[in-house]
C-alpha cells in the first residue's frame, strides 16, 4: 500500500476548471457545505425554473431534426450515407417527457408511432 502511494496511484488531482459551468450563468458553483449567505443569495437571486409549456413532442423533434418528417428521418454523411442518430441524455429525457404527456392525453397509437421511428433512426448503446 505504501508503494501505491509512492508511485503516486493515489495522488490524482482533478483541476476545478475541468468541469462544466453550471447553468446558474455567472455565479460559480459553491459547495453548499462551504457557502456563504452571501453566495447564497446570488445564487438564489439568479436561478430561474424551466417553465414547461406543454408541447414536449415538438420540442422533441426539433431537438432531434433527424425524427422530422421533413427530413424523413435521413441524416447524410460526408459521403452521403444515411447516417443513425445518437441521442443524448437531454434528448432521451426529453423523449420520456413527450411520451408521458401523449400517454396523459391517451394518444396511444402515436406514442407507438414516435417509439418505433425513434428505435429505427437512432443508434443504441449497444450497437
Known amino acids: 500500500m505504501a508503494e501505491d502511494l509512492a508511485n503516486g496511484l493515489f495522488a490524482i488531482e482533478v483541476d476545478a476548471d475541468d468541469y ?3 447553468a ?36 422533441f423533434l426539433k431537438a432531434v431534426p433527424g425524427l422530422s418528417e421533413e427530413t424523413n428521418g435521413t441524416v447524410s454523411t460526408h459521403n452521403g450515407e444515411d ?4 441521442l443524448s441524455k437531454k434528448d432521451v429525457q426529453l423523449l420520456g417527457y413527450a411520451v408521458g404527456e401523449m400517454y396523459f ?3 396511444y397509437d402515436e406514442i407507438i408511432d414516435l417509439c418505433e421511428k425513434t428505435k429505427q433512426r437512432t443508434v443504441g448503446e449497444k450497437e
Do not use: M, W
Open 105 to 107: 392525453d391517451r394518444r
Open 24 to 59: 446558474a450563468g455567472d455565479t460559480p458553483s459553491v459547495d453548499r457545505t462551504f457557502q456563504s449567505e452571501a453566495d447564497f443569495q446570488a445564487q438564489k437571486a439568479s436561478y430561474t425554473a424551466k417553465i414547461d409549456n406543454g408541447n414536449n413532442l415538438a420540442e
Open 83 to 86: 447516417a443513425k442518430i445518437k
Open 20 to 22: 462544466a459551468e453550471t
